[in-house]
C-alpha cells in the first residue's frame, strides 16, 4: 500500500536527519533528490514520487542521473534509475534537459545547473609549466 506524497511531507518536515536548519530561520536539506537543497514539499526528494538526482560517480569523470520510477513506488529496491553518462558539459546538459523534459520540467532548471556544476568539479585543472 502506497502512501501518499502530502502525509510523507507532514512526517518528516518537521525532523528528518537530512533538515539543516541555517541562521536567521532558513532550513537546508540534504537528502538525495533535492536539487536546490531547500527544506520544502515541492523539492523534496523524500516526499515527491517524481524525483531526480545529479550526482558524481565512482568513477573519476562520471555523472550519475537518476530518477525515481513512480510506478515502482512500493519497492524502494527498485523504485530508482541511474544513468551513468561520461559526455562533455554540453552534451550532459542537453540530454537532462530532454530527460526532464516531459518527466519534471519545474526541475529542469536546477537539474542543468547541478548537472553543470557537477560536470565542473570534476574536470582536471591543468598544471602551468
Do not use: C
Not at 71 to 80: E, G, L, R
Amino acid at each position: 500500500m502506497s502512501s501518499s506524497s502530502q502525509l510523507i511531507w507532514a512526517l518528516v518536515k518537521k525532523q528528518n536527519v537530512f533538515l539543516h536548519k541555517g541562521l536567521n530561520g532558513t532550513q537546508f536539506s540534504s537528502e538525495p533528490g533535492n536539487l536546490y537543497n531547500r527544506h520544502s514539499y515541492k523539492y523534496s526528494g523524500l516526499a515527491n514520487e517524481k524525483t531526480v538526482d545529479i550526482r558524481a560517480g565512482d568513477d573519476d569523470a562520471s555523472l550519475v542521473i537518476s530518477k525515481k520510477r513512480p510506478k515502482n513506488i512500493n519497492k524502494p529496491a527498485t523504485s530508482v534509475h541511474s544513468v551513468p553518462t561520461k559526455k562533455h558539459a554540453a552534451k550532459v546538459n542537453a540530454s537532462v534537459r530532454t530527460e526532464l523534459k516531459n518527466y519534471r520540467p519545474d526541475l529542469t532548471k536546477a537539474a542543468v545547473a547541478r548537472a553543470s556544476a557537477v560536470s565542473k568539479s570534476l574536470r582536471v585543472k591543468r598544471s602551468k609549466k
